[in-house]
């Protein structure tokens, strides 16, 4: 049986949400009518500062590198300078192999560990399908809340899962449409249009509001990690959610803060 290929790619948009009329790297008329503006110009690294020494674009993508010879003393960063974003829709297509990336959000630097640090909210670009876009706060609160998992931080800071279902699974050596939508303090990641996590964070003392875009290169094991089509819609300002409106269920299951790790005494420290 003939197949046509244009049937195929049309099956493929509607399978992953991608509109097959986007060229790499440009806006589509529906984008451009809906608000979106491109942060990443397919050609250099205008508008983003890194260390050349793992950025560059390579094929239309904002790539940063780690090898046995040139790895990264602490999870470094490439980071947006056009401005911070508030309440927003971020839409990018990103592949990698390796360790594991993530794309910062709502961040702030923090130039006390290192240069291009940055610390806050993360959609996680990881191998475990259950880390894979949840929600991970860099230099902060760890995970908040895991890939299938709907989640509420209370005023005190505790985290309770609402509900849970199998996580949004993909092959991350492959590329994908990451997306965040963040209102508030209502966060929503998604893989292809799947939501994998919804967050309300109640935690006004830890929670953020506006920050720095950044995508990860993390340390250890080498990496590799690519971005192209990156687009950002400014959502309206407000849209807080009082935990009087948003209250954790009954039946919500409470996530047990980890227990710290116990001190090694003297004597063992010594027989090593």
Known sequence: MKVYRPLLALAAALVTGFDVSAADNELTDQEKAGGYVLLFNGRDLT????ESDYWSVQDGAITGKTTPEKKVPFNKFVIWRGGTVKNFELRL??????NNSGIQYRSRELKEVGPF??????CDVHPAPPNNAMLYEERGRGIVCQNGQ???VDDKGAKWIVS???PVECKNDEWH???IIAQGNHLVHKIDGKTTMELYDHDTAKRALEGLLAIQLHGGPPMTVQV?????KTLPDGGLVSLADMP?????KKVEPPKPRAKKSASKKAAK
């Open 47 to 50: 508008g983003w500062e890194g």
């Open 93 to 98: 297509l990103i592949k990698q192999t390796g």
């Open 117 to 122: 640090s940055v610390g806050g909210y993360q």
């Open 150 to 152: 709907k989640v509420i």
């Open 164 to 166: 849970s279902t199998a």
């Open 177 to 179: 449409e990451f997306s």
């Open 228 to 232: 192209k089509n990156v687009r950002l």
């Open 248 to 252: 954790v269920p009954p039946d919500a």
